[in-house]
C-alpha cells in the first residue's frame, strides 16, 4: 500500500513539473519512484523516507547543475540574432551626413535612421560606420576602422 501512495506521489510532482519548468521538482519525483521501490520490497517507512531524501538530494545537487548548463549552453552563443539585434556590429554606408541627432546610412541595402555614438562625431557621406546598436528605428553607430574587403 505504501508503495502505492509514494508512485501517486511521484507522479503528482512530474505532472507539478510539467506545469513550473524549473527542473526541481522532477528530482523530487525520482525520489519517491525510488522510495516506491523500497516500499515494494517491504522496507520499514522511515527507510523509505530515507531514501527518498538521499535520492531527491543527490539527483538535485549532482543532475540539475548539469541540465541547467546544458540548457544554457544550447540557448547561448550558437544561435544567430535576429531582428535588429542581427543588425548590431554590421557595417553601413552614410548617405546623409550623421550627427548627433540626423543622418541616414545604408545597411545590406536597408536604409536606417542613423545618429552618431557620443554625439560629437560627424560622419560623412561615403564613409564607412559599425552599428553599434539600434534604439527604436535608429542605429547608433561610431566610424569603422576595418578596411573594406
Aim: charged content about 20%; proline content about 3%; cysteine-free.
Amino acid at each position: 500500500m505504501e508503495a502505492v501512495l509514494w508512485i501517486v506521489l511521484a507522479i503528482a510532482l512530474a505532472i507539478g513539473e510539467a506545469f513550473t519548468a524549473t527542473f526541481l521538482i522532477i528530482f523530487f519525483a525520482a525520489g519517491a519512484a525510488a522510495a516506491a521501490g523500497a516500499a515494494a520490497l517491504g522496507a520499514p517507512l522511515l527507510l523509505q523516507v530515507i531514501v527518498f531524501a538521499l535520492v531527491s538530494a543527490l539527483s538535485v545537487g549532482a543532475l540539475r547543475p548539469l541540465i541547467l548548463r546544458r540548457s544554457r549552453d544550447e540557448s547561448g552563443s550558437d544561435e544567430m540574432p535576429f531582428g535588429i539585434k542581427a543588425l548590431e556590429g554590421e557595417h553601413g554606408t552614410v548617405l546623409e551626413e550623421v550627427g548627433a541627432d540626423h543622418g541616414m546610412i545604408k545597411i545590406e541595402g536597408e536604409l536606417w535612421q542613423a545618429r552618431s555614438f557620443d554625439g560629437a562625431e560627424t560622419y560623412l557621406p561615403g564613409e564607412r560606420v559599425r552599428v553599434l546598436k539600434v534604439k527604436g528605428a535608429t542605429a547608433i553607430v561610431w566610424r569603422d576602422h576595418t578596411p573594406n574587403i
